[in-house]
């Protein structure tokens, strides 16, 4: 049996400790005792001390207790009044009653100043402000959304910037001051509740906003809050057409017209997820678009801003595409308030007309002619050649690659193939596809372990024109998307090593913290969908027209923004200015906004992509330079005879990676 250690001896000073704790913790009175045994202890003898080394005091003792008296009820505050034992009595009890009296005044107005406080702390009291923004919920997108608010209002009267989030006021000024830093000149202000609840938001003043934006969480339960947040709007705001303009977000486009019913018609509702597949999907057969696209989407450099086109009434439109030297149209706002994108150069410019131009702001749109720097010589007539079928490979699957497939169908060339490789079950159609579609596009599934990497390292990726990396939704694992994304962009980087040739990788992250990781080569694409969905919520914010001009732009008809070669433009090899590239442009019916350097194309910072550049601009074009340009996409081709157009799975059961 084991010897009990002997207990170590207590010592002196922790038994006083202890006997000092448990005697104030037995009550206020005892405390308060303690309190005056403790002054009149320091304060007597420090007195006494004092008037016994004064050589102006009292030489009897009578005297000398008497300045030692009156020198501790100064210090104490008790009152200084001597005489007989009575009248000191007195004195000490009225400087006893005037110390409890202030003393409980101090602590009235402490408590109250402290309570007060507090609840500013919380985030619960009334913002009284007119003309400013208002942001309800919190999720990825809030940093890029306040950034880009605060971007905009650079040279302009500051406005405040409102959020209303079901989080502690404190930690979202912390992490608002990580992601954006302090504002220079406006103000950010927070509250804390349920954005749902019509009397908390009644405290951010939503009817003196000059707009507000609803954004949805990460949760599966985002698109229903975004839901029961619009109702709370209209329930504040009222039915009316008055009132800001509300700007939401979805991710299920099942949730997209419930919620512009709530929202009603002042508002509106984008589909986050759709977005998304859409400009993956286009980013595919057009490397470098998504840089394009970050550009015109945030507020650093030039945007799409409404000019006045009074100037141009009677003209047609293609006199408008060199009618400015420093912006480049693309299309007009008639007075109905319908957008026309890159309408056919024949339009005429009718009286309440607006331009859509890129510029670097609203008022840096000056008219000047510029068909003058116009170089016919460098000018290439002959048409392009025809887009080839493509061979295209998804690894990965998520809620969003029914949709990526859906738009590589409707924008893929006749005879393109896609083959899934997924670690899930094999899926079924992404979407019914319509008849030109499903003649487009044969896709192929396959179920194959991702996570392994002798699956990936085993893929031949010869055959292959492009490929798109899609991570799991949150939640799927224990890990992060990002992570899976990573591990197999660094396996793809490995084969491209190996074969010495580099594949076009269009890969789709959650973070953007994580897009300086991605080993991906130039010629790759990066898409950080809740950035994306950020920046486009932040510049619809600031114009609302500007919704129509995204939602055909990102669709997979209509007019979209191309990258293609500066060959079908210019000479290659010839010096000419940009206003030629948009007179070769203009003539093939397609609006120029810039180009991309190949020679700089892996320089940062703009990685060669130059937007709006001075219509007198000169430079050597190269055969590998891109050019910019708004275009619309060809009417879907007849189906082949003898195709099938309803077997979209066409060919699932032959789908087999390409060993090596």
Request: charged share 25%; hydrophobic share 40%; proline share 8%.
């Given at each position: 049996?084991?010897?009990?250690e002997?207990?170590?001896p207590?010592?002196?000073?922790?038994?006083?400790?202890?006997?000092?704790d448990?005697t104030?913790?037995?009550s206020?009175?005892?405390?308060?005792?303690?309190?005056?045994?403790t002054?009149l202890?320091?304060?007597v003898?420090?007195?006494?001390?004092?008037?016994?080394?004064d050589?102006?005091?009292?030489?009897?003792l009578?005297?000398?207790?008497?300045?030692?008296?009156?020198?501790?009820a100064?210090?104490?505050?008790?009152?200084?009044?001597?005489?007989?034992?009575?009248?000191?009595?007195?004195?000490?009890?009225?400087?006893?009653v005037?110390?409890?009296c202030v003393s409980?005044?101090?602590?009235?107005?402490?408590?109250?100043?402290?309570?007060r406080?507090?609840?500013?702390?919380?985030?619960r009291?009334?913002?009284?402000?007119?003309g400013?923004?208002?942001?309800?919920?919190?999720?990825?997108?809030?940093?890029?959304?306040?950034?880009?608010?605060l971007?905009?209002?650079?040279?302009?009267?500051?406005?405040?910037?409102?959020?209303?989030?079901?989080?502690?006021k404190?930690?979202?000024?912390?992490a608002?001051?990580?992601?954006v830093g302090?504002?220079?000149?406006?103000?950010?202000i927070?509250?804390?509740?349920?954005?749902s609840?019509p009397?908390?938001?009644?405290?951010v003043?939503p009817?003196?906003?000059s707009?507000?934006?609803?954004?949805?969480?990460?949760?599966?339960?985002?698109?229903?809050?975004?839901?029961?947040?619009?109702?709370?709007?209209?329930?504040?705001?009222g039915?009316?057409?008055?009132?800001?303009?509300v700007?939401?977000?979805v991710?299920?486009?099942?949730?997209r017209?419930?919620?512009r019913?709530a929202?009603?018609?002042?508002?509106?509702?984008?589909?986050?997820d759709?977005?998304?597949?859409?400009?993956?999907?286009?980013?595919v057969?057009?490397?470098?678009?998504?840089?394009?696209?970050?550009?015109?989407?945030?507020?650093?450099?030039?945007?799409?801003?409404?000019?006045?086109?009074?100037a141009?009434?009677?003209?047609?439109?293609?006199t408008?595409?060199?009618?400015?030297?420093t912006?480049?149209?693309?299309?007009?706002?008639?007075?109905?308030?319908?957008?026309?994108?890159?309408?056919?150069?024949?339009?005429v410019?009718?009286?309440?007309?607006?331009?859509?131009?890129?510029?670097?702001?609203?008022?840096?749109?000056?008219?000047?002619?510029?068909?003058?720097?116009?170089?016919?010589?460098?000018?290439?007539?002959?048409?392009?050649?025809?887009?080839?079928?493509?061979?295209?490979?998804?690894?990965?699957?998520?809620?969003?690659?029914?949709?990526?497939?859906?738009?590589?169908?409707?924008?893929?060339?006749?005879?393109?193939?896609?083959?899934?490789?997924?670690d899930?079950a094999?899926?079924?159609?992404?979407r019914e596809?319509?008849?030109a579609?499903?003649?487009?596009?044969?896709?192929?599934?396959?179920?194959?372990?991702?996570?392994?990497?002798?699956?990936?390292l085993?893929?031949?990726?010869a055959?292959?024109?492009?490929m798109?990396?899609?991570?799991?939704?949150?939640?799927?694992?224990?890990?992060?998307?990002?992570?899976?994304?990573?591990?197999?962009?660094?396996?793809?980087?490995?084969?491209e090593?190996?074969?010495?040739?580099?594949?076009?990788?269009v890969?789709?992250?959650?973070?953007?913290?994580?897009?300086?990781?991605?080993?991906?080569?130039?010629?790759?694409?990066?898409?950080?969908?809740?950035?994306?969905?950020?920046?486009?919520?932040?510049?619809?914010?600031?114009?609302?027209?500007?919704?129509?001009?995204?939602?055909?732009?990102?669709?997979?008809?209509?007019?979209?923004?191309?990258?293609?070669?500066?060959?079908?433009y210019?000479?290659?090899g010839a010096?000419?200015?940009?206003?030629?590239v948009?007179?070769?442009?203009?003539?093939?019916?397609?609006?120029?906004?810039?180009?991309?350097?190949?020679?700089?194309?892996?320089?940062?910072?703009?990685?060669?992509?130059?937007?709006?550049?001075?219509?007198g601009?000169?430079?050597v074009?190269?055969?590998?330079?891109?050019?910019?340009?708004v275009?619309?996409?060809?009417?879907?081709?007849?189906v082949?005879?003898?195709?099938?157009?309803r077997?979209?799975?066409a060919?699932?059961?032959?789908?087999?990676?390409?060993?090596?």
């Amino acid at each position: 049996m084991e010897r009990l250690e002997e207990p170590r001896p207590v010592s002196l000073e922790e038994r006083a400790r202890y006997r000092f704790d448990r005697t104030l913790a037995r009550s206020t009175g005892t405390l308060m005792g303690w309190l005056v045994i403790t002054c009149l202890a320091v304060v007597v003898p420090v007195s006494a001390l004092l008037v016994w080394t004064d050589p102006a005091s009292p030489r009897s003792l009578p005297g000398r207790l008497s300045a030692v008296w009156r020198t501790s009820a100064e210090t104490l505050r008790l009152g200084a009044v001597t005489g007989t034992p009575l009248r000191m009595l007195l004195s000490a009890v009225l400087g006893l009653v005037a110390l409890l009296c202030v003393s409980t005044l101090v602590g009235v107005i402490t408590t109250g100043l402290a309570d007060r406080l507090a609840e500013l702390s919380r985030g619960r009291s009334t913002v009284i402000e007119e003309g400013h923004a208002v942001v309800l919920g919190w999720s990825d997108q809030v940093g890029t959304v306040v950034g880009e608010l605060l971007a905009a209002q650079a040279g302009h009267r500051p406005r405040a910037i409102v959020l209303l989030a079901d989080r502690d006021k404190t930690e979202m000024e912390r992490a608002l001051a990580l992601l954006v830093g302090p504002p220079a000149r406006a103000r950010i202000i927070c509250r804390s509740g349920p954005a749902s609840d019509p009397d908390v938001l009644a405290l951010v003043s939503p009817r003196t906003a000059s707009t507000v934006l609803v954004l949805p969480s990460g949760e599966p339960t985002a698109d229903a809050e975004v839901l029961r947040v619009l109702l709370a709007l209209r329930a504040v705001l009222g039915d009316g057409p008055d009132g800001p303009p509300v700007l939401a977000a979805v991710r299920d486009d099942r949730y997209r017209a419930p919620a512009r019913l709530a929202a009603g018609p002042r508002g509106t509702v984008l589909e986050s997820d759709t977005v998304t597949a859409r400009l993956i999907a286009q980013c595919v057969g057009r490397p470098g678009l998504s840089l394009v696209l970050r550009d015109l989407l945030d507020f650093a450099g030039d945007e799409f801003h409404l000019a006045d086109g009074s100037a141009f009434h009677g003209s047609t439109f293609g006199t408008v595409l060199l009618g400015h030297a420093t912006s480049c149209a693309i299309g007009l706002l008639t007075p109905g308030g319908h957008t026309l994108l890159n309408p056919p150069t024949d339009t005429v410019v009718v009286p309440g007309s607006r331009l859509i131009v890129l510029a670097r702001d609203e008022d840096t749109t000056r008219l000047e002619d510029c068909r003058h720097l116009v170089d016919p010589a460098a000018v290439v007539t002959g048409p392009p050649p025809p887009d080839a079928a493509a061979h295209l490979l998804l690894l990965g699957w998520n809620r969003r690659a029914p949709l990526v497939v859906d738009q590589l169908r409707r924008t893929a060339r006749p005879g393109s193939v896609l083959h899934v490789i997924t670690d899930r079950a094999v899926p079924g159609p992404a979407r019914e596809p319509g008849t030109a579609a499903a003649a487009r596009l044969t896709v192929r599934f396959q179920s194959a372990d991702l996570s392994r990497p002798e699956t990936l390292l085993g893929l031949d990726l010869a055959p292959y024109d492009g490929m798109v990396v899609l991570g799991p939704d949150p939640g799927d694992g224990p890990d992060r998307p990002d992570d899976r994304t990573l591990v197999t962009l660094l396996a793809v980087r490995l084969l491209e090593d190996r074969t010495g040739r580099e594949m076009r990788v269009v890969t789709e992250l959650v973070d953007d913290r994580n897009r300086p990781l991605a080993p991906l080569n130039p010629g790759s694409d990066v898409i950080v969908s809740g950035e994306l969905t950020g920046l486009l919520m932040a510049q619809i914010a600031q114009n609302r027209h500007l919704a129509a001009v995204f939602d055909e732009l990102f669709s997979a008809e209509g007019s979209t923004i191309c990258l293609r070669p500066a060959g079908h433009y210019v000479r290659p090899g010839a010096e000419a200015s940009f206003a030629t590239v948009v007179a070769a442009a203009r003539d093939r019916g397609e609006c120029a906004l810039g180009y991309r350097r190949h020679d700089r194309r892996a320089t940062l910072p703009d990685l060669g992509v130059r937007l709006n550049p001075h219509k007198g601009e000169r430079r050597v074009w190269d055969a590998e330079d891109q050019v910019v340009v708004v275009a619309s996409e060809p009417a879907d081709p007849p189906v082949p005879p003898g195709t099938d157009p309803r077997d979209s799975r066409a060919g699932r059961k032959d789908a087999r990676p390409h060993p090596r």
